[in-house]
Each structure stands twice: as C-alpha cells, then as structure tokens.
C-alpha cells in the first residue's frame, strides 16, 4: 500500500497490524472468510467515485458506460451460478437486504416468521431489538430441546396458527442442513413467501456441499462475504414473479446508490464460486468441519445437535466448567479466534452464555485440510484448561504453535515478511 503508507502511515501501520493478526491466528469466527487478492483489488478501485442510482440503462446519474456492464456481470455471474431468474447485487449488506424483503412484500404490522435468535436465527428475522420486529409482529419457531434440530412439525402449528405473510428460513448458528422444501411446503399452505436466507451458506450451496433453496423459497437472500468468499455486501434472488418488486425495494425504496467497488469485487468472487476448485473448497469446509466435530466429541465438548452437516460447529461449555465469553477470550488470546454464543435452551445470560461459534471457512482457505483438526481440537482443548487454571503462559505458547503452523498456509493478499 505505498500510497497509503505515504499518505497516512498511522492508519496504513494499523491495517498492517490487522493483516498479521490475521496471518498469524486460526481463523474460526463462522462468518468469516479470507478474500482473494483479485477481490480485495477490484473492492479497492475507482468505482467507489460513482454514484449508480438505479439499474442498468435506467439510471439517474450520467457515465454508467462501465458501471452499468459491471453490475449486469454481476447479475449474470450470480444467476448462472445459483440458478436463479433474477438477481439484485445492490444491498449493502446482510441486514439491508432483509429489510428490502419486509419493504417488498410487508406493511408495517403485518407477520414474520422466523427462527428464535437464541436458536440459532438471525437479528433481522425479527427479532425483538431489531427493526424487523418493532416495526413487524413476529412469530418464532425454535429447535427441539431433545435433537438441538428444527422440528417442522412445530413450524407447521406454527404457521397455520399464525399465518404469517413472510417466513424466513436460515440462520447465524445453524450447524444442520435447512430442508428448503419442508419449509416451502408450509409456506405453500398459508400462501406466506418463503424467504431462504442462505448468508452464512451460500459458498456451500454454489459449491454444490449443502442444498439449494432455488426452486423451492420464493426469496433467496445471502450475504457475499462468509462462505461465498466476496466483499462485504448482499445479494437478493428471486424468481421472475418477485423480481420487480425485490429490486422496487431495494432502490428507490430503502437505498441510494449502489457501492460499485463492491459490486466488482462480488462480480469477481462469483466467478471464483463457478470454478471447479471452489466445489473442492466447499467440500473440504463442510469435511474439516466434520472432523473437527469429531475430535472435540472425543475432547468431551458438547456438540449442539450432536455434530454438524456445514461449516459451523455450536459447542456447550458447560460441562467443561467455563463459560463462552472467558472461553471465547482465553481462545483469542491463544491465537485462535471464535465468538461467545448462546447454545439452544441457554440458562445463561446472551452476553454471557454457554456456548462457543465456530466454523471452517476461513482456515479451508488457508489450506488447512482434515489431518489438521485434531490439532486445532487439542489447542482449543489445552487453550480451555489454561483458562481454568489462569495460566496465560500455557496461552501463549498455544498461540506460538498456532502462528508456527499457519506460516506454512499462505494467506490471500497478505505475505507474512
Ligand atoms: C450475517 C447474516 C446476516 C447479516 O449480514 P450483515 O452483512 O452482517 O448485515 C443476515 N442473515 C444471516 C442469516 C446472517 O448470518
């Protein structure tokens, strides 16, 4: 970054600073991912000069000649890979995405179904702190206390009871494949739109390791930066019949103009999604993930719903005797990366809860493959009796062997001297 060393090396020697930490520590927040070097240079690019609002040939600024290609190549790239009829590539992110999906098909009041966030679903699927269900009446549904699994059966009372006009699918803390077509069946019988949110996913699904909504939910929204590997922003996909008023929603209705740098960089990481070698690196997450799974059950962690079909792994620390948050900062500390998490039927507080997150993308990228996890489980395993015994020491030396295993496992964008 010459320019920017030059320009403002105190902010440039704190990215630098960040770059490392990234190089050195064992990735396994579940949400994130490292980016490609041609992602970060197309996100990094004159396209953040341009305002864009509208859509290709219909817009309210002059000089789209090259933004309005780029956008469509995005659209194309994103319908090819998914499958779908129609994509929006202009949500900022995530949570602005959703929220077009409420202006699009909701008034204010109107029902919304979605997974409970202590189970495992998502702020914006209306939970209570969240615009999406101050400004909507949501409905919930949880998981089974016995299996740690949706039960569609309960969806299903639910949702007859209720009859909500929207019903999400999806979640943050999800460690099991979603039945799209058990959920599209409910929606069908109280002619509610199914919303898949695919965020944390997606890189599975285009890769071919978790099924596909497309065919069976109505609404597909997905975040571009976890498993499918792109810059932060959102996508929305729909069947033609949803099209005009998902893209209605997003601009004019709840955004200004599109962030072109980022739709570039999504164009970029979607064609990355379409090759061959992605297929491989979404197969290897979900197998790391497997394997992980099965040395910390050896550990005596307990697994939420026993194991994990995806990326994402959602431990109990309470019969290891620590609790998430000191866990989660022990872990850190150790070099190894995670988020405090409440677990399903959670006795304890939501800043201070039970479990641990974690999940696969990030350290597949690295290079990092199966024989590896029983490692990663040991560290976590010696990093959380170093915590019990307030050993910072032990910690450290952890961190040592993380950082001496990870120089061998290049990091995209970044070279270590
Ligand atoms: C991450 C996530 C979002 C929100 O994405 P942001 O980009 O953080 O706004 C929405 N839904 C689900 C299921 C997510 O996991």
């Given at each position: ?172 803390a999800v460690p099991r494949i979603i039945d799209f077509a058990g ?15 695919i965020a944390h996913i997606a890189g599975l699904v285009a890769g071919g390791a ?208």
């Amino acid at each position: 970054m010459p320019g920017l060393t030059a320009a403002d090396p105190q902010l440039a020697a704190l990215i630098e600073g960040e770059a490392r930490r990234q190089h050195d520590k064992l990735r396994m927040i579940a949400s994130e991912n490292y980016v490609s070097q041609a992602v970060l240079e197309a996100s990094g690019t004159v396209l953040t000069n341009k305002y864009s609002e509208g859509y290709a040939g219909r817009r309210y600024y002059e000089g789209q000649q090259f933004v309005d290609q780029i956008e469509t190549l995005a659209i194309e790239r994103a319908r090819e890979l998914f499958g779908v009829d129609h994509a929006n590539v202009q949500p900022y992110s995530g949570s602005p995405a959703n929220l077009a999906v409420y202006l699009a098909f909701l008034s204010p009041g109107d029902k919304v179904m979605g997974m409970s966030l202590p189970m495992g679903g998502h702020l914006t699927h209306g939970w209570s702190v969240s615009a999406t269900g101050k400004w909507f009446t949501p409905v919930r549904y949880n998981v089974s206390k016995e299996t740690g699994r949706i039960d569609l059966d309960e969806v299903r009372d639910t949702a007859l009871r209720e009859r909500p006009k929207v019903i999400f699918c999806g979640g943050t803390a999800v460690p099991r494949i979603i039945d799209f077509a058990g959920f599209a069946e409910i929606a069908r019988e109280i002619g509610a739109v199914l919303v898949a949110d695919i965020a944390h996913i997606a890189g599975l699904v285009a890769g071919g390791a978790h099924p596909s909504p497309v065919g069976h939910a109505d609404v597909i929204t997905t975040t571009t930066h976890k498993t499918l590997r792109g810059p932060r922003g959102a996508m929305i996909m729909t069947t033609a019949e949803h099209a005009a008023a998902v893209d209605k929603a997003v601009f004019p209705g709840l955004q200004g103009g599109p962030h072109n740098h980022t739709t570039a960089g999504i164009a970029v990481a979607l064609r990355e999604a379409a090759e061959p070698a992605f297929r491989e690196y979404a197969h290897q997450i979900v197998a790391n993930s497997k394997a992980l799974a099965t040395a910390l059950t050896e550990r005596g962690f307990a697994l939420s719903s026993g194991g994990t079909d995806n990326h994402l792994i959602l431990a109990d620390l309470t019969g290891k005797g620590i609790g998430g948050k000191p866990a989660a900062q022990a872990l850190d500390r150790a070099g190894i990366e995670l988020n405090y998490n409440t677990v399903p039927y959670d006795t304890r507080k939501p800043f201070d809860p039970s479990g641990i997150r974690l999940g696969t993308a990030a350290l597949t990228t690295r290079g990092l493959t199966e024989e590896r996890m029983p490692q990663v489980a040991a560290w976590m395993d010696a990093a959380i009796d170093a915590a019990i015994k307030d050993d910072e020491a032990g910690l450290d030396r952890i961190a040592g062997e993380v950082a001496d295993l990870l120089a061998d496992y290049p990091m995209p964008g970044f070279a270590r001297d």
